[in-house]
Structure formats: C-alpha cells, structure tokens
C-alpha cells in the first residue's frame, strides 16, 4: 500500500474515536489535531490541510446524529467524506468515449515517467478490451523510442514512432491516418529539465495537431507539495486535463503530490505504483480514501448509512411483519425505519387495518426514545441471541447489560417488547373484530403502542 505512514497514523487516529466513551469537542479537536500531524508529515499543505480539518470539526460538532449510524460512526464518516472531497471528489475518471481513435497525450518532466506511463495504460486499456496504439514523439531523448517500443511489445499493444524524425509534429502526422483504426491512441511526448518556453511551445504544437481528449501531466511523486506549481504552469500553458501521480511507492510525501493538484482544479486520474507494466491504478478518491483508512472497517460503517431504509423496504418489512416472519434484528430495523421516516404513522399507514387504529402521541415519543436504548443492547448480543431470543436467560441477560452499559430489566424490557409484538402480529393475523378491539386496548394500555 502507498502512503503507509499515512495510512498508519490516520487508522490509530480513528482507532481513537472507536474507543472513546463517546463523542464530544475534546474526542473532535483531539481527531482532528491528530489528522493534521498525520497530513503534514505526509507533506500536504499546510492551508490545505487546516481548511479541510476546519471543515471536519465544523461538520462534526454541527450536525445532528443520524438514525442508521451512531456519533461515532458518523465523525469516522465525515473525516472520509472530507478526506474523499479534498483528493478530487467521487467520479473524476476517465471516461472513454466511443470516438475513433480517442486520444490520450501525455505531458511532463523529465524523468516524471512519461515513457513507463505510457507502456503501463497500453496495458491497462488493452486488458479491458480496447484496441490500444501508443506512438512516440519525444526526439529528444535518443533511447526513448526503443523504450516505449519494448513497453508496448509487453503490453502487446501496436506500437508506432521514428527513430529518425526530429519534429515531433511529423511523426504523429505520418500515422495519423493508421492510428484513426484505433480505438485509444496514447501519445508519449518529450520532457526538459524545466517548464521552459521552448516546452511549452513544442507541446503546444503537437497538440494543435493531435487534438488530444484527455491532456495528461504526468508527475513523480517524490517533489511534494512543489506539485502544485508545476500543475497550474502546465495547465495555464498546455491545457492539462488530469494529472497522473507517478512513483507513489517510493515516497513519504505522495500526500502533498496527490493534494497539491486538486488547487488546480485538474484532478488526478491515475497513479503509477512501480515500475512493472501492472503498477498503475486507476485513482478513485472513495476507494482510495477507503484503503487509507482501513478498507473492510470504512466499507461496512458505509453500508451502514446506506442501510438507511426506504420506504419500499420498510414495506417490505412491514409485510415480513405481518406473516410474523421476523427476529430481533429485523423488529430493531423497523424501528430505525420508522424513526428515519419521522413519523410512525407514515408505517402505520403500510400495515393493513393500523390505519384506522388512533394511538396516542406519547406512546409514538417513548418509542423514538426507546431506540437508542435498544442499539445498545442489540449491540451487545450474539448473532445467535439476535435470531432467536428465546434463548435469552438469566445469564445472558446479565452479560449483555453490562456490555452495553444498561440494567438488565433494560434488556428484559427489549424481550419483552418483542415478544408482544409478535403476539400483536398474531391477533392482527387474526383479523377479527374481536381482536382488533383487544389489540386497540393493549395499546392504549399498559402495551403503549410497543409494536
Ligand atoms: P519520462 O522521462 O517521463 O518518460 O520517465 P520514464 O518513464 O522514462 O521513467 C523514469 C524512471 O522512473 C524510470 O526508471 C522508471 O522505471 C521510473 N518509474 C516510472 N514510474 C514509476 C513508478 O510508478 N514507480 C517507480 N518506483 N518508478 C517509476
Ligand atoms: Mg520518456
């Protein structure tokens, strides 16, 4: 994995907030003093880094909790969704489109790995069923067109170029009908020491000819934060459409390089992560973001939000309901459904007869408070206890309030709950007048509406 360091201090930094005994201003500033150490030793800018930890203490301290997750799942989700936003946002890849050929020019430095970048894509557009060229046209550096001609004999892709031609202009020229067979053309270009005019000029030219459709400045890792500049000068001189971050491997200041870009406004498409023709991944800020932090932990606290019901699968729900085919996972997930829709009688109007039941105000309010007393103790239970409560006994009873900070007539008061709601369930089976009047009395009752 790239950025290990980082990737280290940002997972103890989260670790943190998941031991913690609950959020408030001191777990926030603490969480967020930490990801600024963690940031700036990767080299990432100092504005940058104090905008984007701003913007997470704002957001954590601000926002109210939501139903599917808890406070601490929801800071650990800010700082991914902040961290996600400042590398570039979601969707920012390239999209091929189905022109012939489409044209992809790249752009640097010397040394930045043009050349390695250029074999690497062949292979990356090959293996997903493009019909690949890449072509040389950097007649400065002599040895430059037997390496990329050997890049693309392993990435078996067609290969053109002259070793000969000192105008990079001719060269493309004299393919140009060949490569339009193609669908994605890949145009290695030459580097220099330095962004000089004479660079600029010649790309300039190149491009008037070959019209690229994606513009690529391709950028080695290891210069840092000085990333930056050389982004916004090639992109007010060449019209660089994304960048792509080389030699990410064999850094500790990727993080700089792969920030510094976004101020540009060109976002990072690709980053190179070895030498060999596979190390090249798609940059994807989510999934990125996701490893930094610890992949299997940040996909299921997501999968988590989405969870969040609609209104279809509360339906569905309510249906599972009425067959009394449900556990104590299922009854707390109604619960959250009903408490994200903001009104239990949004449900009531899906369970057939409920409709017409009138319960009263104060029993729907003690419910709402009811659910985050319920998370706890479901949080506390076994995956078996959860499927089959009846197996619940004194012991467990007893191990499960203390693991989730309760008294055990909390827990005996969630069984209960769920017990009656499945006799509930029964007699609305039932159906008969008789029964819905029993049913109407529970629940104005000593029941108070605990479906
Ligand atoms: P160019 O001058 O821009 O065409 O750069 P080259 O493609 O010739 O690459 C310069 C050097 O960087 C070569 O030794 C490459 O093997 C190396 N290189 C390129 N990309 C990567 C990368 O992602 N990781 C590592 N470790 N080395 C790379
Ligand atoms: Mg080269």
Known sequence: MVLDKLSDSLKNTLQKVTKAMFVDEKLVNELVKDIQRALLQSDVNVKLVFELTKKIKERALKEAEPSAISKKEQLVKIVYDELVEFLGGAGSKIEIKKKKPFKIMLVGLFGSGKTTLAGKLGKFYKTRGHKVAIIQTDTWRPAAHEQLKQLAEKAQVSFFGDAKEKDPVKIYKAHKKELSTFDIVIIDSAGRDALSDELIDELNKLNKEVEADENLLVISADIGQAAEKQAAAFHETCGVSGVVITKLDGTAKGGGALT??????????????????????????????????????????????????????????????????????????????????????????????????????????????????????????TKEELEDPTIMNGARVERVAKGAGLVASDVRSLLKQYKQSKKLVKMMKGGSEKNMDKMMQKMGGKMGMKF
């Not at 009854?331 to 009104?343: E, F, I, P, V």
């Not at 105000?361 to 659910?371: M, P, R, S, T, Y």
């Open 260 to 381: 510094a870009c976004s101020v540009t406004g060109a976002h990072v498409k690709f980053i190179g992560v070895g030498e060999a023709i596979n190390d090249i991944e798609e940059f994807k800020p989510e999934g990125f973001v996701g490893r930094l932090l610890g992949m299997g932990d940040i996909e299921a606290l997501l999968e988590k939000a989405r969870e969040a019901m609609t209104e279809e699968e509360a339906e569905d729900l309510g249906q599972r309901f009425l067959k009394g085919d449900y556990n104590l996972i299922d009854l707390y997930d109604q619960m959250k459904a009903m408490k994200k829709m903001g009104s239990m009688s949004k449900i009531m109007q899906m369970v057939p007869g409920m409709s017409q039941l009138k319960i009263p105000k104060e029993a729907l309010q003690a419910q709402e408070g009811n659910i985050e007393k319920w998370r706890f103790v479901m949080d506390s239970m």
